[in-house]
């Protein structure tokens, strides 16, 4: 080996040395909620559930500065009722009912929009013969013989009366 590759490999082994003394942490909360940081174990006093890091040991995540014991009870609780991400079958099971939800809204909206539809042209036929009847001019119907029948004035007067109704309908 040359001597600059000795070197390199010893100073790449103090290094590392060295950073495993810089991870040989302890880092808890305190009676006050303060976060303390110590090369050495903390107090016997401080209960496994403060202590956040130690030598060894992947960092948790900081609990609340309140009382500790009561948030691990009530995360128990909590992790018991939530459950885990949506597996595929159920995510497609809402799939599909949103869809089916969303189709039954489209087939309502189209439903009454036809029925608007028709009842704009009822009240547009019915508005038109209202003018016709207005208006004075001769209105005639078919006998069931197929002979032409003039309006009389009563006939006329309810048809009126008739028209006046359906169109308030309308409105």
Known sequence: MHPN???????????????????????WLDNKGVK???DVPPPASVPNNRILK????????APPAADSDTDAETAKEEGSTTKGPPTLAEKNADFQKRRTEQAEKEKQAAEQAKQAAAKKKSCDQVGNYQRALQSGQRITRLSP???????????????????????????
């Open 145 to 171: 013989t197929g002979e032409r029948i003039y309006l009389t004035d009563e006939e006329r007067a309810s048809a009126v009366r008739e028209n006046r109704q359906t169109l308030s309908d309308c409105k």
């Open 36 to 38: 303390q940081y110590s």
């Open 54 to 61: 130690s030598p060894g040991a992947l960092p948790q995540a």
């Open 5 to 27: 590759s000795l070197k390199r490999l010893t100073l790449a082994l103090l290094l590392s040395g060295s950073c495993t003394a810089a991870l040989a942490q302890y880092v």
